[in-house]
């Protein structure tokens, strides 16, 4: 269950089984709807944003619930939070403006108008650990709190490879260009509708100016110096922790 966008959980710290959600809650849902083709047993409601929870429940932000819940759990809560804000943000039809209905043999929100189909909504992005030297480049985002730096991503654009994403941008927020691009792993980010593509590469050449834009700050740093940095399950957390291991010394990963 979700309201204004944060996951609500029981007493315990759980996500409810359906048979532990109390019926006045259920009854303030505005939509609902199950997380898996095959019926499974996973089913998602966005409850009245103003409506007040009951006894023993309380909300969630999404990105930081996985200490609590686990990692199989907080992907299954992302997966239903995907579907959910899909089927909130494609209630009317782009093409003629008419209202959409969803679609079950489709798996999609069908116009009852001109019948155009929009299915599920999944933005690919990058993100890349640079090597050079030893050395891992980090950026601070112009939204990071004070100190925290992470490894460069950013959206792919249409037109352009997973490797081309990776050069573009890498340079365009570091002025560094690199090379040996290799794939590491993906991951689904439903913050809102992201999948992940880990890749690692190797500086080929300049010199670091942040465009000031996107990161504040960018630099090289050794095992032993890496800053504050988002840990958990995200693959982020999973590319700077595999360079410590590659090279040594660093934080424990916590």
């Known amino acids: 269950m979700f309201r204004n966008g944060r996951v609500i959980l029981d007493g315990g710290g759980r996500v409810p089984e359906a048979g532990e959600v109390p019926p006045s809650l259920m009854e303030r849902a505005v939509s609902s709807g199950l997380v898996d083709r095959d019926g499974g047993s996973d089913q998602w409601a966005e409850i009245d944003g103003a409506a007040a929870l009951p ?145 690692t590469a190797e500086w080929e050449s300049g010199e670091i100016c942040p465009d000031r834009t996107e990161v504040s700050d960018v630099r090289w740093f050794a095992p032993e110096e890496i800053p504050d940095y988002y840990r958990g399950v995200s693959i982020s957390a999973r590319l700077i922790e595999d360079f410590v291991r590659r090279h040594g010394g660093g934080p424990e990963k916590c």
């Open 55 to 199: 006894d023993g429940f309380s909300e969630r932000e999404r990105r930081s619930c996985w200490a609590e819940l686990g990692e199989e759990q907080f992907f299954r809560v992302g997966k239903a939070f995907h579907y959910m804000d899909w089927r909130r943000t494609h209630r009317y039809c782009g093409r003629c403006g008419a209202e959409n209905v969803f679609d079950e043999k489709e798996w999609a929100m069908r116009c009852t108008k001109c019948g155009e189909l929009a299915y599920p909504v999944i933005c690919p992005a990058i993100i890349v650990c640079v090597e050079r030297g030893g050395k891992i480049l980090l950026g601070h985002g112009v939204n990071f709190p004070p100190g925290r730096y992470s490894v460069l991503a950013g959206f792919v654009e249409p037109g352009e490879s997973l490797e081309q994403c990776v050069a573009r941008e890498v340079y365009e927020e570091s002025k560094i260009r690199v090379k040996n691009i290799k794939y590491f792993a993906s991951q689904p980010w439903a913050f809102p509708r992201s999948l992940m593509l880990g890749f």
